[in-house]
DNA sequence: TTGTATGCGTTATCAC
DNA sequence: GTGATAACGCATACAA
């Protein structure tokens, strides 16, 4: 029963050759229909699997490029170690990554534009893209298909381009727990809340401001009005202020911005932490802390570093056996309560 | 830049034979101890990583036995998926898995024993072990390390015995999970709970039990009772109608135990549904239904499918590569609430 | 279309 | 101790 079937033990029972057999299973290879079926079905019967690892040994590298052109740190680090992890998990198959942090601020977009624009006639074979939007980013994807090089998205997704799939968090789900948990901790005489959110050009805070509006009305809960930060601290910052002014009788918060700090430092001062149910996307030390202290009730993680891992997973299984690959991979968003903070920052810690 | 360093590029620079420095590299084999320090330092110098994928081509496969003594198929059943996925994830490096599930009920535990005893001498380089508890465990598990069998069990821990380690729920956190959501989930004037445990035998259950006891009086949540279901889902219905009877005016529950259906059922038929908290365990069909009707408020899922995973996978590297392995790996518990229960039954569908 | 020979990176075997 | 050389399982350039 020990008996190992390699394209040897094929190519002996059907009296022929092991590159007729290792040809067989190359769809792009040409040789006797007839034949192939033939070694496909006895292959199939007599149970063989391809060692991968044997068939990648053999071959040229594969090649895959990753952009980050990232927000916040706390976020992008960790979907950079998400793709440093698959890297080193499949170095065996001969991947190679090469890997580029342009931070937002320290880096323009044209410098990121250039940046991929240089990654033409590398002998890249995918490359890995975050933080880029619109028009632009499109035509650069479409760029870089054209040659043969297949791009994925990373966290956010780009419309009307030719990019091979998006790995990103589920926003639908997103949303809707944010709504179910502000539910949850307000009762049946408090519902006013008040929505802040990210970057409204991106898809991601498009998609996820929608749900979570839909289902918070869903679940009663009235809709005070919705303030977009567009990812900027300072606009947050005012913006807060803004909305306690104005609306002084808000009773919960879902805050799906990442640059939640100001808005978290503004309830601290004015001691509102109590009173205020407030919801929180992701986990990351400031975070953290405001949990503790019971300022933010729960947090939705997003895991970046699944996304990442996925993202170059995916690209690599794609390229190197063409795997189908969903068109949207989604992370599965995990709440975060008190009780089980330091579980998720300890699973952070050991990833 | 684009120079692979290989043992032959080594061999090269320093004017040795490659069979030299792939011995370097192997604490066992004797060579010289200045010259391995010269060729490990140099390997250092160059950059060199190992291609255990090369490496694993040209030695013998490694054989893993695995023996799922289950209780509940749709807990067990993922474990058993997590070993295969993670067994055909490394059928490249030559790992063959052989696994053997014996239902409780079906089997007894004498012959569950009796197979472990079979494996004894087949040349099986590691075992994973569900399901057996308690001294002859124990044994059974130290007679397979005296063959240089390496040993981890799965789910439940053996105390005193040479298991190398346990991939386990992290059963801290979970109870934790539990108290904090009845305290959430229950206004103040309403703090009168019930636990209802599985197999106290087993010491998952007896450390989750006492992490829930002690978070719970944290919260100011008062224990009326602690029924110990034993896993028998006859005791499970005789003991929730006795604690109704004998304590009406129950506003949470804790269901801990995998057997809740009669249970949640009891709770069905006598209308309680609205009136009484409740928090359960894991993700399975029966128990989605419950939460889809807002019977169960929420469920705390163990992730059976990345503890089987983890087994195997840290067994395999502790044999193939002698990777330290922690004592015991814990899973993640995740917060299963209405709004994300759709998003974990995809998850584990797509696993 | 088919077969032969060689390479991929490493370890095992058997000489020396 | 050390060094050739043959595996390991597969792909492919080249020859037929």
Redesign the pocket.
């Known amino acids: 029963m020990e008996n ?1 079937v ?3 033990t094929i190519a002996e029972a059907l009296d ?8 067989a ?2 769809p792009e ?4 229909p007839e ?1 192939r079926r033939l070694i496909l079905e006895t292959a199939e019967k007599m149970g ?4 991968k690892m ?2 990648r ?3 040229k590298p594969i090649r895959i490029a990753t952009l980050i052109y990232g927000r916040f740190p706390a976020y992008y680090d960790e979907m950079v170690r998400g793709i440093e992890s698959a890297s080193r998990d499949l170095s065996d198959y ?1 991947v190679v990554s090469m890997l580029r942090v342009m931070p937002f601020g320290e880096y323009t977009e044209a410098d990121a534009f250039a940046f991929l624009d240089s990654l033409s006639g590398e002998g890249y074979d995918g490359v890995i893209i975050h933080g880029l939007y619109g028009a632009e980013a499109a035509s650069r994807i479409d760029a870089l298909s054209e040659e043969g090089i297949k791009v994925c998205t990373l966290h956010n997704d780009i419309l009307s381009c030719r990019r091979l799939f998006t790995s990103m968090s589920d926003t639908e789900v997103t949303g809707s727990i944010a709504a179910e948990l502000l539910d949850i901790f307000l009762p049946p005489d408090r519902r006013r809340v008040v929505l802040f959110s990210g970057n409204m050009k991106s898809l991601v805070h498009q998609t996820l401001t929608f749900s979570f509006i839909r289902h918070a009305s869903q679940h009663n809960l009235q809709m005070l009005r919705h303030y977009a930060t567009e990812d900027y601290p300072g606009e947050a910052a005012r913006m807060v202020r803004e909305a306690f002014e104005t609306y002084p009788e808000i009773d919960g918060l879902y805050i799906s911005s990442a640059n939640s700090e100001p808005i978290l430092k503004y309830l601290e001062e004015h001691d509102l932490g109590d009173r205020v149910a407030v919801i929180a996307s992701d986990v990351f030390p400031e975070l953290s802390a405001y949990i503790r202290k019971g300022i933010v009730n729960a947090t939705i993680y997003q895991d970046p570093y699944g996304q990442g891992r996925r993202a170059f997973e995916g690209l690599f299984y794609h390229i190197s056996e063409g795997r189908a690959i969903d068109s949207i991979i989604m992370s599965n968003p995990q709440i975060v309560l008190r009780s089980n903070l330091g579980a998720y920052e300890r699973w952070k810690r050991e990833k």
């Open positions: 190992k390699t394209i040897y022929m050759s092991v590159s007729m057999v290792s040809r299973f190359k290879s040409k040789l006797n034949k063989f699997v391809q060692n044997a068939s040994l053999s071959m001969k």
